[in-house]
């Protein structure tokens, strides 16, 4: 079964870092492009950053270049997002989600994790 | 970047009806078109790909059509357990966009 299971989220200060972490089990986690996609509270779906299965290829939305960064280790089934200088417009659940076809970066999401939710607050 | 514009933002319907959610995007995407149901809580879960494919283990009572900037979902009788905010989601290009949601409540 795959499963992924976000962490790190918490309370953090305005110009403040949060690292978060995803957890991916139940299939060959190397071979997948990764994704992280938040979710203000109340509002809408907004993807953050994607990555290909090696690292070779990484993007980020436009508005969080500079602060956001996304990383992953395939030896430790692990995703990761790197957050630096928070504002407040930043407070979201955020989730990892896997990209559907092995490979490949293409942006149809297939599994999800629950999301952890980053409140940026002073 | 390409915006995604669903229609209506909120939807009221009874059990056994037939419900339509139409999303626009501002360029031609092709049929690269996703769906997605969210539950109140929850994480998003996919049930169209690709404009028109069923995802697995998704009902047959879901399913979706259009190419280049017009697309539906269809819903063919609504069942309580589709109570739902649903969103569209291009990947013709970066960054992906999602429609702002719309709302299915029970009448």
């Known amino acids: 079964e795959v499963q992924l299971v976000e962490s790190g989220g918490g309370l953090v200060k305005p110009g403040g870092s949060l690292r978060l972490s995803c957890a991916a089990s139940g299939f060959t986690f190397s071979t997948y492009s990764m994704n992280w996609v938040r979710q203000a509270p109340g509002k809408g779906l907004e993807w953050v950053s994607a990555?290909?299965?090696?690292?070779?290829?990484?993007y980020i939305s436009d508005s969080l270049k500079g602060r956001f960064t996304i990383s992953r280790d395939n030896a430790k089934n692990s995703l990761y997002l790197q957050m630096d200088r928070l504002r407040a417009d930043d407070t979201a659940v955020y989730y990892c989600?896997?990209?559907?076809?092995?490979?490949?970066?293409?942006?149809?999401?297939?599994?999800w994790g629950q999301g952890t939710l980053v409140t940026v607050s002073s | 970047d390409i915006q995604m514009t669903q229609s209506p933002s909120s939807l009221s319907a009874s059990v056994g009806d037939r419900v339509t959610i139409t999303c626009q995007a501002s360029?031609?995407?092709?049929?690269?078109l996703n769906w997605y149901q969210q539950k109140p809580g929850k994480a998003p879960n996919l049930l169209i790909h690709?404009?028109?494919n069923l995802e697995t283990g998704v009902p047959s009572r879901f399913s979706g059509s259009g190419s280049g900037t017009g697309f539906t979902f269809t819903i063919s009788s609504l069942q309580p357990e589709d109570i739902a905010t649903y969103y569209c989601?291009?990947?013709?290009?970066?960054?992906?966009?999602f429609g702002q949601g719309t709302k299915l409540e029970i009448k």
């Open positions: 690709d404009a028109s």
């Open positions: 989601q291009q990947f013709n290009s970066l960054p992906y966009t």
């Open positions: 990555i290909s299965s090696r690292s070779d290829y990484i």
């Open positions: 360029q031609d995407i092709s049929k690269y």
């Open positions: 989600a896997r990209d559907r076809v092995v490979g490949a970066t293409r942006g149809t999401f297939d599994y």
